[in-house]
């Protein structure tokens, strides 16, 4: 099973300035890593697919980058609707599995 | 507007059964690949089982394999859970999410439903 590790656990950043959230796999994923956000009481949300592509209403400051076993996720302004859980997902073609992160929570300092 | 909404979730005791639904619409169920993924409350998110569009190849979690079934009547938009044998770390938020393809493999989820509680205990 490919373990996939987060960093940090709790990131707090003051508004407008830049959020950077690190996504490592234990071993290559290639670029099928995505990225979600879960905000208090809500479902997750896709943000990020293919490491870099932002899902259809993604705001702008959201990036992806990253590939193999490093990726980042970052926030180059971060809102106070941004306050939330960001999870990072491998989707490993075969065998078949799906493993996340253990997520990371942004607060707005 | 697409749209996922579980049901069947409660409260059962350790060995028992139930069976989660998931209604599809807004899109053409048929056409896509679904998952269902969960989350105990306060914890991170677990894969737990996959469905090709077709009906064919589904595949489940190590966790909770040989105890839940996934299904899919298509003529119906809607993804079941089987779950049986149920234990206590079973207890979570249960999500259906949508694959953007016809196939699982190698995709991401693009739609998730707003979940429902299962909870085990005695």
């Known amino acids: 099973e490919i373990v996939v590790t987060q960093s940090p656990a709790t990131l707090s950043v003051s508004p407008g300035e830049r959020a950077t959230l690190s996504c490592r796999a234990s071993?290559?994923?290639?670029?099928?890593l995505a990225w979600y956000q879960q905000k208090h009481g809500q479902s997750p949300r896709l943000l990020i697919y293919?490491?870099?592509t932002r899902a259809t209403g993604v705001p702008a400051r959201f990036s992806g980058s990253g590939s193999g076993t490093d990726f980042t996720l970052t926030i180059s302004s971060l809102q106070s609707e941004d306050v939330a859980v960001y999870y990072c997902?491998?989707?490993?073609?075969?065998?078949?599995?799906?493993?996340f992160g253990q997520g990371t929570k942004v607060e707005v300092k | 507007e697409m749209r996922l909404v579980e049901s069947g979730g409660g409260s059962v005791v350790p060995g028992g059964s139930l069976r989660l639904s998931c209604a599809a619409s807004?899109?053409?169920?048929?056409?896509?690949?679904m998952s269902w993924v969960r989350q105990a409350p306060g914890k991170g998110l677990e894969w737990v089982a996959g469905?090709?569009?077709?009906?064919?190849?589904?595949t489940h979690a190590d966790s909770v394999k040989g105890r839940f079934t996934i299904s899919r009547d298509n003529s119906k938009n809607t993804l079941y859970l089987q779950m049986n044998s149920l234990r206590a770390d079973d207890s979570a938020f249960y999500f259906c999410?949508?694959?953007?393809?016809?196939?699982?493999?190698?995709?991401?989820?693009?739609?998730w439903g707003q979940g429902t509680l299962v909870t085990v205990s005695s």
């Open positions: 999410a949508k694959h953007p393809g016809f196939d699982y493999r190698g995709y991401h989820f693009d739609l």
């Open positions: 807004g899109f053409t169920f048929r056409n896509y690949a």
């Open positions: 469905h090709t569009a077709s009906g064919g190849s589904p």
């Open positions: 071993q290559s994923v290639r670029n099928y």
């Open positions: 293919g490491a870099f």
């Open positions: 997902q491998q989707y490993n073609n075969w065998p078949p599995e799906w493993t």
